[in-house]
């Protein structure tokens, strides 16, 4: 079995990562890790998923390649970027068909056709900070894995890579500013999760209403839906 590492977030007080193991191409499942530090945290969400899974830590090969690609970019240069493709029209994304146990809170909207204003927004964020093309394929290849960001083909994460700029202050390093939350990330991980508790529609809701006090997790903002995560994993643990 071999295990991924992604580093979900990091500030000055915690890293979370999300870890998934594989059984070849199949992915066996993934969890989640807090600490202090990106290792502690991969340690964390490691030692969760072998006792989900019932894997002794002999038999766990970790590949920590995107914790190091997300949190030690120093060596990265602008050399890597290529230039940026002219914008193309979002493809429609059809919605997944939900199951009772996410549909409860999983009621996402729509994608809107016309992202111009979030585009114009994102160039007027990288002026500020003083971002040129190269620094910002830098930061994209850290935070999406590729070095565009008309590659991106969900509006959410249009939205969240936008909203990061925004709190980046101006004379950020591409190699080392904190990247954004996916939220499509994160969904799946809750759907992941909620299928392996098998819960039914009204207990996902009361779970989602009593901690957070709304209805649907289309409510959270990205930080609370990774706390709604961690707080179901929790649930998973013996």
């Known amino acids: 079995m071999k295990t991924q590492a992604q580093l979900c977030h990091h500030n000055d007080q915690r890293c979370i990562v999300r870890v998934e193991a594989f059984d070849g ?22 030692a969760r998923l072998r006792q989900r899974l019932g894997t002794p830590k002999a038999t766990t090969a970790s590949s920590k390649e995107l914790v190091r690609r997300n949190g030690q ?7 890597k970027a290529t230039p940026v493709s002219e914008p193309q ?13 996410t549909s409860a809170v999983n009621e996402a909207p729509t994608d809107p056709d016309d992202w111009s204003e979030e585009l114009t927004a994102i160039d007027l964020e990288l002026q500020r900070i003083g971002w040129d093309r190269a ?9 999406f894995g590729h070095s565009s960001r008309h590659r991106l083909t969900r509006f959410s994460d249009l939205v969240a890579y936008l909203k990061r700029l925004r709190e980046l202050p101006a004379s950020s390093d591409a190699r080392t500013a904190a990247i954004p939350l996916r939220r499509s990330d994160l969904v799946n991980q809750c759907d992941e999760i909620l299928k392996r508790l098998n819960w ?36 998973l643990l013996p």
């Open 89 to 101: 029209t979002a493809p429609a994304i059809n919605p997944p068909e939900q199951d009772t146990q």
């Open 200 to 235: 039914q529609q009204q207990q996902a809701r009361e779970f989602l209403q009593n901690h957070f006090q709304v209805g649907s997790r289309q409510q959270l903002s990205d930080e609370q839906l990774l706390g709604f995560n961690m707080l179901l994993e929790e649930q």
């Open 25 to 46: 191409d199949t992915s066996l499942g993934s969890a989640l890790g807090e600490a202090p530090t990106a290792t502690e945290a991969e340690d964390q969400a490691i």
């Open 135 to 143: 620094n910002e394929s830098i930061y994209l290849e850290r935070a």
């Open 73 to 79: 970019e120093g060596d990265r240069t602008a050399q």
